[in-house]
């Protein structure tokens, strides 16, 4: 009987293409990653960033991405940012960091990198963790928050802010911990392009995609978003019996602070320190927004408040700017601004924090060292 040659041996065949296999596999995984390092690069190039600028983290909020990435590209410009403008919608289009930089500049002498990180929807709730985030990563100087009524009610902005506190990648963020895919979401440009397609199967996917695009060609380099419109009969009061107005009605009358609420406040104030001073304010809201809370009065008493607890936990609040100053043209509706009324508020606000710093010697104050880029 002729002897089996180890050619003709069927274990030697299957080990030799289990082993062809295996260096398929692995040269088809240094082709796939040698492939993804190209695009990584080419990706990062700035003339291409210049052209394809919308990025994504998979977070539900479109609006905080935009600001998110403005911001980093904003810090890696100016090699970090001194101030950063937290809020909600009335931030974002009232008050142009731009206009505040330069008449505080004229009034002190001092020239700060200030970013508007206005987010709309966001109550004080999620701004206290959106507050924890920026310090850790930009090390700003100070914090500017423009609060509101509203922010104090218990039951206002619960959806936006459980979908936008559930996220992976911010909750990763606010906890201090990471995970493989949290990582690749900050590291890898590639995949946040990718990212800004993630919901291509739904019906309004291309609405929502020319609408960020459109948002993000809006905003500044320093994050200010202008809003065109005029606002019509401001100076009407809202009627509890008009079926719209009746939810805010509902949710707003026999106002109180919450004792919840008070205690995210206290978190944003609990960033102040010797190298970072946190100042709060409001927005020039027009009077007959206060309809909603039971009128004048008790706006007064929530200004009271609100300095007390402000003051206790030695951070500067500055009183809101009289609504007077800033003309009707210059409003969308009664507590939003416009792009005429914004620069108006800036250049005020600017003076009250340049009158703290030059009198009270409480000033908006320069981050430490320079922002490092991830």
């Not at 990435?69 to 974002?92: T, W």
């Not at 606002?231 to 602070?257: T, V």
């Not at 978190?267 to 009077?287: D, Q």
């Not at 009664?334 to 914004?342: D, E, M, S, T």
């Amino acid at each position: 009987m002729a002897q089996q040659t180890p050619a003709e041996n069927p274990g030697n065949t299957k080990a030799a293409r289990r082993g062809s296999l295996l260096w398929s596999l692995v040269i088809g995984l240094v082709a796939f990653l040698v492939l993804l390092g190209l695009a990584e690069y080419t990706y990062r190039r700035q003339p291409l960033t210049e052209q394809v600028n919308l990025r994504s983290l998979g977070v539900y909020h479109s609006q905080f991405e935009i600001k998110w990435f403005k911001l980093q590209d904003y810090a890696r410009q100016h090699n970090g940012v001194d101030v950063i403008l937290v809020g909600n919608s009335m931030v974002n289009t009232g008050i142009n960091p731009q206009v505040l930089a330069r008449r505080y500049e004229e009034q002190t002498g001092d020239s700060l990198r200030i970013f508007n990180f206005g987010i709309e929807g966001l109550t004080v709730a999620p701004n206290a963790d959106l507050v924890k985030v920026l310090v850790e990563e930009f090390h700003p100087g100070s914090i500017v928050f423009v609060t509101e009524m509203r922010d104090y009610t218990a039951a206002n902005g619960l959806e936006v802010e459980s979908q936008f506190l559930s996220d992976e990648w911010l909750s990763a963020r606010i906890s201090g911990s990471s995970s493989p895919r949290s990582w690749l979401k900050d590291n890898s440009t590639i995949l946040q392009k990718l990212l800004t397609l993630r919901n291509w199967s739904r019906a309004d996917f291309l609405d929502n995609l020319l609408m960020s695009i459109r948002r993000y060609g809006d905003t500044s380099g320093s994050g200010y978003e202008a809003d065109r419109n005029t606002g019509e009969n401001i100076d009407q009061p809202p009627n509890p019996a008009d079926p719209k107005e009746q939810e805010n009605f509902k949710l707003f009358s026999n106002y109180s602070m919450d004792p919840g609420r008070i205690a995210d406040l206290q978190r944003i104030l609990a960033n102040g320190s010797e190298k970072r001073t946190v100042f709060v304010t409001e927005m020039p809201i027009y009077p007959t927004y206060f309809v909603y809370f039971g009128g004048e009065p008790v706006h007064a008493q929530y200004l009271s408040d609100l300095q007390e607890i402000v003051a206790n936990d030695r951070a500067v609040f500055l009183q809101p700017v009289s609504w007077e100053l800033i003309p009707m043209e210059g409003r969308v509706d009664h507590h939003h601004l416009n792009y005429i009324g914004a620069p108006l508020y800036s250049e005020l606000l600017a003076d009250q924090l340049a009158d703290s710093c030059v009198h009270n010697q409480v000033c908006l104050l320069h981050a430490e060292g320079l922002w490092s880029a991830p």
